[in-house]
């Protein structure tokens, strides 16, 4: 939902893809929050702020928000993300968007994590607005399944 903002994050390494596609998220009627990295730093660490867009996707009552996280392969960066209840990260670093739309319609994913040194621009964004306008089944068994997830301690 436009009404609440994308949260976004990156390391050094998806720094130039997150500003790009901020600006272009911004041209679709979308807010972001920006999480950092505010500005290039070559040997910065993502687990920092991956964290705090995580915590924010974890905290959120609405079940509305998402965020969109950027590093070299996206991988280490959803693992991150992972760790929190109620968070669930899908990876993108290009190739078929059935894994997209999958994210969202069985696992009501609500991080995407892309693999910036992996996708063009332009594969991020067709990416991104797939993701983002893809809605959530609400099927019963995948309901399930995501209730058995948000259980695991």
């Known amino acids: 939902m436009k009404n609440h903002p994308i949260i976004l994050a990156s390391d050094h390494a998806g720094y130039k893809l997150k500003e790009e596609i901020k600006a272009f998220l911004a041209t679709k009627g979308y807010k972001t929050d920006d999480m950092g990295a505010h500005a290039f730093v070559e040997d910065d660490d993502y687990p920092y702020f991956m964290t ?4 924010r996707i974890a905290q959120d009552s609405s079940g509305f928000a998402k965020a969109i996280i950027f590093g070299k392969s996206g991988q280490g960066e959803a693992m991150v993300a992972n760790r929190f209840p109620g968070v669930r990260a899908a990876v993108y670093y290009g190739g078929s968007h059935d894994i997209l739309k999958l994210s969202r319609e069985h696992n009501n994913a609500n991080i995407l994590s892309i693999g910036a040194g992996f996708v063009t621009e332009e594969e991020a964004k067709v990416a991104i607005v797939q993701w983002l306008d893809t809605p959530f ?16 301690e």
């Open 52 to 55: 705090q867009a995580a915590l």
């Open 137 to 152: 089944s609400h099927e019963e068994k995948h309901q399930r399944r995501i209730e058995e997830m948000d259980s695991i």
